[in-house]
């Protein structure tokens, strides 16, 4: 349940409610807005209180029923869009945001050469995996520590923040030492431990969706994060599992859009993970980024052939360059109309 309470209302009409919402056997979570206050009744109540009596309630203007499992992720809750500072740049406003680096941290070398690259072509965050979940266990597992330090060298030298994943409760204390945004990554989207542990860490974190999970289960997976104490949660598309055998993920575009529209949170696109190849990056970029994407993480190596892990989907330096000076595109007109197609 959302209590809207009204403009003119006192801090004691929204203690009384708070109070009544407690009394009822609801957790209440208060949303102190630019205009007015929201008081959200989470969880199912128990004790047979009506929460709708709470309408005449002094200061209440109206009691309405959430209608998504996910509330505090919902934009029924919160109109206006979540905007996530990660390291002194937000995520979820006005400008789109790029996050660029390797998969894999693989060497001091390597990281430094694509931090300064991707800087130098604007992107503003950089990524670089220290703990790898890959399929096989034989494969290259991440360097681990040393690469968190790398990251954190590479900050101090090119002032972007640092992105990497989280693969497990152990980590997060050492990980959240050396990175600004905290990525749980596709596989563990449905980790609820990891995210328990994570909703109460001071640093923001970005969402990916699980390769088989719907819409409403990522953001459900958010909720837990929001629910937990963290209000700062970026999702990330990165691609679903279907029949299709030529893209790695199907991308899926309409999940993003879908998403904005059900909540306030950013959302961002990974075309690398999204499509499996590097030829494909620029094109969904520029599609996610129509349909309403804040941003993008891509992949990008100073030598994607000699890469440790994911060398097909990653760009190289040059190729990164030219992505970001292409991404807006020349507006085309549309047939037999004066009017313009434009993908900003
Ligand atoms: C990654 O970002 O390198 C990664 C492993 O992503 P995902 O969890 O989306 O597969
Ligand atoms: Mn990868």
Same mark, same amino acid.
């Given at each position: 349940m959302i209590i809207n309470m009204l403009e003119g209302a006192s801090e004691q009409h929204t203690r009384n409610v708070i109070e009544s919402v407690r009394s009822a056997g609801y957790q209440p979570h208060v949303i102190y807005g630019t205009e007015r206050t929201i008081v959200a009744a989470l969880g199912s109540g128990g004790n047979g209180v009506q929460l709708e009596a709470i309408e005449s309630a002094p200061g209440v203007e109206s009691v309405i029923a959430i209608a998504h499992p996910f509330k505090l992720a919902s934009r029924q809750l919160k109109p206006e869009r979540t905007v996530v500072n990660v390291g002194g740049v937000p995520v979820g406003g006005e400008e789109i945001v790029v996050i660029a680096g390797p998969c894999s941290v693989e060497s001091r070398e390597q990281l430094l050469a694509t931090a300064r690259a991707v800087k130098a072509a604007g992107a503003q965050l950089l990524r670089g995996g220290a703990y790898k979940p890959r399929t096989s266990p034989y494969d290259f597992q991440g360097l681990g520590e040393e690469a968190l330090h790398l990251l954190s060298e590479a900050r101090e030298e090119t002032?972007?923040?640092?992105?990497?994943?989280? !693969?497990?409760? #152990?980590?997060?204390?050492?990980?959240?030492?050396?990175?600004?945004?905290?990525?749980? *990554?596709? =596989?563990?989207?449905?980790?609820?431990?990891?995210?328990?542990?994570?909703?109460?860490m001071n640093r923001p974190i970005l969402l990916k969706r699980g390769p088989s999970a719907t819409v409403k289960e990522w953001l459900l997976a958010a909720e837990y994060l929001l629910v937990g104490g963290n209000p700062n949660v970026i999702l990330c598309e990165?691609?679903?599992?279907?029949?299709?055998?030529?893209?790695?993920?199907?991308?899926?575009?309409?999940?993003?859009? !879908?998403?904005? #529209?059900?909540?306030?949170?950013?959302?961002?696109?990974?075309?690398?993970?999204?499509? *499996?190849? =590097?030829?494909?990056?620029s094109a969904v970029s520029k599609a996610a980024i129509a349909v309403g994407a804040d941003g993008l993480i891509v992949e990008v190596h100073p030598c994607p052939e000699r890469a440790l892990s994911d060398g097909p989907q990653s760009l190289d330096l040059a190729g990164f360059a030219a992505m970001m000076r292409h991404l807006s595109g020349p507006p085309r007109a549309i047939a037999g109309s004066a009017v313009t197609f434009r993908t900003q």
């Open positions: 002032g972007l923040p640092i992105v990497t994943e989280v !693969l497990s409760t #152990e980590d997060v204390d050492m990980i959240a030492e050396h990175a600004d945004l905290l990525q749980v *990554g596709a =596989r563990n989207m449905q980790n609820f431990a990891l995210l328990r542990r994570l909703a109460r990165r691609g679903i599992k279907t029949f299709e055998t030529e893209t790695r993920n199907t991308l899926d575009l309409a999940a993003i859009a !879908l998403t904005k #529209e059900l909540s306030h949170l950013p959302v961002i696109a990974d075309p690398s993970h999204g499509t *499996g190849r =590097r030829s494909l990056i």
